[in-house]
């Protein structure tokens, strides 16, 4: 039976990092927080808000920014002058960093997009899905600070060379079109040959995913599916319900037959399109039922018999199963960051 929503109020929890009530912190930890990624950003915590194509708007961009991350509006699929607006609305709700990701195959409008972006003024923008380097130039000219979402070594290296101040990794176990390596191995084989701060992403719902990715060497983490169930996120309830509904045994993987995997949520949907994609289905076919799939369950919902679209989201599915506001699930994530840290201490 599907969890019901609820407009539970939190309240606001202390700083983890530099309230003087946490009196057990560490130096290393404000160090380990407080590093080039933040000063870059200049945001006060590692989390970056991941972009997810129609429901990364402006006013989850918004409240993640105001409670220390780096809000992300998610140009994908949508037209320049959306994301002109969504930038002006979010100006209206913070005054803290936000920025823009555009995944570059997905996006037509993408070079009236990047116009868009040079003439605001954008904190930073993540480019993906597709070759960054032609908008590049135009983009750092513009003073904005520009991530590279990578799923390999070579590309990280190349964009590195390039000229991008910061390289998102992300593993296969993120919700959306994904590549082949996972998460660990990105980490382990990419952030010792780069000198940029990186961004882990894929599969990070808690504190202990940004302790490990710390100890990893990354700068920090990139978080999609958790903001879904953020208060301010204004996706259609169905969504929600599906990630507090799914355990850890529902993430599946659509596409990998012809080259496209996209992780998502089981559903009567994902039942039939793997049954027909098992059975020999034609890239047409197949096509042809996944198109609008992810951005009708965001705005409609999963109708009646659970076949109007799928619910993109991350491989870590069991923990979440609440509603909480951005601040909560930042604070949240940070405390339990600096708990987890403090304890390895210990063995020293």
Same mark, same amino acid.
């Given at each position: 039976?599907?969890?019901?929503?609820?407009?539970?109020? #939190?309240?606001?929890?202390?700083?983890?990092?530099?309230?003087?009530?946490?009196?057990?912190?560490?130096?290393? #930890?404000?160090?380990?927080?407080?590093?080039?990624?933040?000063?870059?950003?200049?945001?006060?915590?590692?989390?970056?808000?991941?972009a997810?194509?129609?429901?990364?708007?402006?006013t989850?961009?918004?409240?993640?920014?105001?409670?220390?991350?780096?809000?992300?509006?998610a140009a994908?699929?949508?037209?320049?002058?959306w994301?002109?607006?969504?930038?002006?609305?979010?100006?209206?709700?913070?005054?803290?960093p936000?920025?823009?990701?555009?995944?570059?195959?997905?996006?037509?409008e993408?070079?009236?997009?990047i116009?868009?972006?040079?003439?605001?003024?954008?904190?930073?923008?993540?480019l993906?899905?597709?070759?960054?380097?032609?908008?590049?130039?135009?983009?750092?000219?513009?003073?904005?600070?520009?991530?590279?979402?990578?799923?390999?070594?070579?590309?990280?290296?190349?964009?590195?060379?390039?000229?991008?101040? #910061?390289?998102?990794?992300?593993?296969?176990?993120?919700?959306?079109?994904?590549?082949?390596?996972?998460?660990l191995?990105l980490?382990?084989?990419?952030?010792?040959?780069?000198?940029?701060?990186?961004?882990?992403?894929?599969g990070?719902?808690?504190?202990?995913?940004?302790?490990a990715?710390?100890v990893?060497?990354?700068?920090?983490?990139q978080?999609?599916?958790?903001f879904?169930?953020?208060?301010?996120?204004?996706?259609?309830?169905?969504?929600?319900?599906?990630?507090?509904?799914?355990?850890?045994?529902?993430?599946?993987?659509?596409?990998?037959?012809?080259?496209k995997?996209?992780?998502?949520?089981?559903?009567? #949907?994902?039942?039939?399109?793997?049954?027909?994609?098992?059975?020999?289905?034609?890239?047409?076919?197949?096509?042809?039922?996944?198109?609008?799939?992810?951005?009708?369950m965001?705005m409609?919902g999963?109708?009646?018999?659970?076949m109007?679209?799928i619910?993109?989201?991350g491989?870590?599915?069991?923990?979440?199963?609440?509603?909480?506001s951005?601040?909560?699930?930042?604070?949240?994530?940070?405390g339990?960051?600096r708990?987890?840290?403090?304890?390895?201490?210990?063995?020293?």
């Amino acid at each position: 039976m599907s969890k019901k929503l609820s407009s539970t109020a #939190f309240e606001p929890v202390s700083d983890p990092v530099s309230d003087p009530a946490a009196k057990s912190q560490s130096d290393s #930890f404000k160090d380990a927080v407080h590093n080039p990624l933040t000063r870059l950003l200049g945001t006060a915590y590692p989390i970056l808000q991941g972009a997810m194509a129609w429901v990364s708007e402006s006013t989850l961009a918004a409240a993640v920014s105001n409670a220390g991350g780096a809000g992300i509006i998610a140009a994908g699929g949508r037209e320049a002058s959306w994301v002109k607006e969504e930038i002006q609305k979010a100006r209206t709700m913070t005054g803290r960093p936000f920025g823009v990701n555009v995944p570059l195959i997905s996006t037509p409008e993408k070079e009236a997009i990047i116009n868009v972006l040079c003439e605001s003024g954008i904190d930073f923008v993540t480019l993906g899905a597709g070759d960054p380097l032609p908008y590049l130039r135009a983009l750092k000219a513009s003073g904005i600070k520009v991530g590279g979402i990578v799923p390999s070594l070579r590309l990280a290296k190349k964009l590195e060379t390039a000229g991008v101040d #910061f390289i998102i990794l992300e593993g296969m176990e993120a919700g959306g079109k994904i590549g082949k390596s996972t998460t660990l191995s990105l980490m382990t084989n990419v952030i010792p040959e780069l000198h940029v701060p990186v961004v882990a992403a894929g599969g990070f719902a808690s504190g202990r995913g940004l302790a490990a990715a710390l100890v990893m060497g990354a700068h920090g983490i990139q978080m999609g599916t958790r903001f879904i169930l953020a208060n301010e996120c204004q996706v259609h309830p169905d969504y929600k319900n599906a990630i507090m509904d799914a355990t850890d045994e529902d993430s599946v993987i659509l596409g990998t037959r012809y080259g496209k995997a996209t992780r998502c949520i089981r559903s009567a #949907f994902t039942d039939k399109y793997l049954a027909l994609e098992a059975e020999g289905g034609s890239p047409q076919s197949l096509e042809t039922m996944m198109r609008g799939a992810s951005r009708r369950m965001a705005m409609e919902g999963a109708g009646v018999d659970g076949m109007n679209g799928i619910a993109l989201a991350g491989q870590s599915l069991s923990q979440l199963n609440d509603l909480e506001s951005a601040e909560w699930i930042i604070r949240d994530i940070m405390g339990e960051a600096r708990a987890v840290l403090e304890n390895c201490s210990l063995l020293k």
